[in-house]
């Protein structure tokens, strides 16, 4: 049963425009939460990250809203890119989790149109 | 430049010869690991490292073996690999094994068994 899930598996959007990735999760353990970002033959790279205590953080053009009632989070890119097409990741871990361990999200891939 | 350089990229092998694939990370970091990627299924995490000697299992372990001899290097062996282990593999690393580390990872390696 997978603890972190990304329900759409693609997003399609205008150059310009708002991008909205959505998360959502079951474990009540988790109080930190990462998007991580991956180009085609590259790793994930670490975009932006948001910790339990907050509901909101914001880097630049990126800003990570974070529901904890719905356990439920949300990465907002505004204005979307051609650079942004990629696949998305939403991933938790737990601060008493001695093993850093990061549990995934099946991923969202985002194309924007120019 | 900071880097996780994991080797090699590619590999196509069969059934029960034994494998092995490098990862090292230039940038002192206690924490290592290691994950693989299936589609749908995000990247699941085979084993982990807090520090030199010290290894553990993530959540999906089995068919697998790890050792951490030194710091910079976090190797992954296959002793017998099966087909049901073809997948795209990440080794990744943070500066400490706290649950709040963003993990910086390589560029992966596709393996294929058959």
């Known amino acids: 049963d997978q603890q972190v899930k990304q329900n759409s598996p693609s997003l399609s959007v205008q150059e310009g425009r708002i991008s909205i990735l959505n998360c959502d999760y079951t474990?009540?353990?988790?109080?930190?939460f990462l998007w991580y970002k991956k180009y085609p033959a590259e790793g994930p790279t670490f975009l932006i990250s948001?910790?339990?205590?907050?509901d909101k953080n914001e880097d630049g053009r990126f800003t990570v809203f974070l529901n904890k009632s719905a356990k439920h989070l949300s990465l907002h890119i505004v204005p979307s890119q051609p650079g942004d097409s990629a696949v998305y990741f939403c991933?938790?871990?737990?601060?008493?989790?001695?093993?850093?361990?990061?549990?995934f999200g099946g991923g969202t891939r985002l194309m924007v149109k120019p | 430049e900071a880097q996780v350089t994991q080797n090699p990229r590619y590999l196509i092998t069969v059934t029960g010869k034994k494998l092995t694939v490098t990862c090292s990370q230039n940038?002192?970091?206690?924490?290592m690991s290691w994950y693989r990627q299936d589609p749908g299924l995000g990247l699941r995490q085979i084993y982990y490292?807090?520090?030199?000697?010290?290894?553990d299992k993530g959540d999906v372990p089995e068919g697998y073996k790890v050792s951490r001899k030194e710091k910079r290097n976090f190797p992954l062996i296959l002793e017998s690999p099966s087909p049901n282990q073809t997948s795209l593999y990440f080794c990744?690393?943070?500066?400490?094994?706290?649950?709040?580390?963003?993990?910086?990872f390589g560029d992966g390696t596709r393996l294929s068994i058959l």
């Open positions: 474990n009540s353990m988790f109080d930190y």
């Open positions: 991933a938790a871990s737990a601060h008493n989790n001695a093993g850093n361990m990061l549990t």
């Open positions: 940038m002192n970091h206690e924490y």
């Open positions: 948001i910790s339990s205590i907050k």
């Open positions: 490292s807090m520090n030199v000697e010290v290894t």
């Open positions: 990744a690393s943070s500066l400490l094994w706290t649950g709040n580390q963003p993990q910086h």
